[in-house]
């Protein structure tokens, strides 16, 4: 029997789940016969491929919801953003052989290792608030992805002239669910137990803009906030960078229909992308995003043949 207490937690597993199904359905349906027939002649246009800026992922868990992740951040960049993953070493193995049939003719995707056993949000918010990280790197820029976050329609490149930006934090904002009672015996409604769900309770005041998951950043500006700041071990990175942004770059999107534009996740807009909004939006509008997924890979594969 399911209490009280746990009906926010089985919720979010089903949602998660939900967008787990959408995403490896499009995986097997679309995005891996276009690999195994389309990719190579795709390569063969002229792509404007540069080192300035790169996909990046971390994650040492090779299953199909990583291979979906990457391979749907290669169509909506138009296969000019490289990809560079990083894993843990004892996960390198089954990484590159979820890759491997991208990996034999293309440098469109690189697989990386961390020095570290596993990957766990601490250490990846610890990893991210690192000076030596973001000095490893040799883009300008890079997209940060998670294999929680979407790209939704193809992502407009200009978006690249931002020094840091991500969806706007939900502060304050909190949804109620319903689930209902039944009488044993006649097995009628007769009755419910509303669940609060609360959103960045902790964030500290005056943070607008920033959310991580899903975000555009200039490395030598994560550099020095690095160098330069402290944060508790126990802060998200993309909390820690938030606070910091505007003393050390003018370069950030002051207009909120710009970020919406970009990425959500708990508000919803037509976006580009978003990050985690399958655990916070109506199911109407989570209805809404994957139709309008769906029929963008279908029309974007269509251009490639």
């Known amino acids: 029997m399911i209490e009280p207490k746990d009906f926010i937690l089985e919720f979010k597993k089903y949602r998660k789940g939900i967008f787990e199904s959408h995403g490896i359905y499009i995986l097997r349906k679309f995005l891996n016969p276009w690999v195994e027939r389309n990719l190579s002649k795709s390569l063969e246009r002229n792509l404007d491929i540069t080192n ?25 960049t138009d296969l000019n953003l490289p990809i560079q993953i990083y894993t843990t070493q004892k996960s390198l193995s089954d990484t590159k052989k979820l890759f491997l049939d991208v990996l034999d003719f293309t440098n469109l995707i690189k697989i990386n290792t961390l020095e570290i056993d596993s990957i766990n949000i601490d250490l990846y918010n610890n990893l991210l608030k690192s000076t030596n990280f973001w000095s490893s790197l040799i883009a300008k820029q890079v997209l940060i ?57 902790d964030l500290s005041p005056g943070l607008l803009m920033g959310n991580g998951g899903l975000s555009i950043r200039n490395c030598e500006i994560m550099k020095t906030i690095c160098s330069n700041e402290t944060s508790n071990p126990n802060e998200n990175e993309d909390i820690f960078f ?13 207009n909120k229909n710009i970020i919406n534009r970009f990425s959500i996740e708990a508000d919803f807009h037509k976006s580009v992308g978003y990050h985690g909004s399958h655990f916070y939006l109506d199911h109407s509008e989570l209805s809404s995003i994957y139709d309008r997924h769906i029929r963008t890979v279908i029309g974007l594969l269509s251009s490639f043949n």
């Open 242 to 254: 938030s606070k910091h942004l505007n003393k050390y770059t003018k370069n950030l999107p002051s």
């Open 52 to 76: 300035e800026r790169y996909g990046l992922i971390i994650d040492d868990r090779p299953n199909e919801m990583l291979r979906f992740s990457v391979l749907n951040t290669l169509l909506m």
């Open 145 to 201: 992805f998670q294999t929680d976050t979407l790209l939704i329609e193809p992502l407009d490149f200009t978006i690249f002239n931002y020094d840091y930006i991500g969806a706007l934090f939900s502060k304050g904002k909190s949804r109620c669910i319903s689930i209902p009672h039944f009488n044993k015996e006649t097995r009628e409604e007769d009755g419910n137990t509303w669940i609060t769900q609360k959103y960045n309770e």
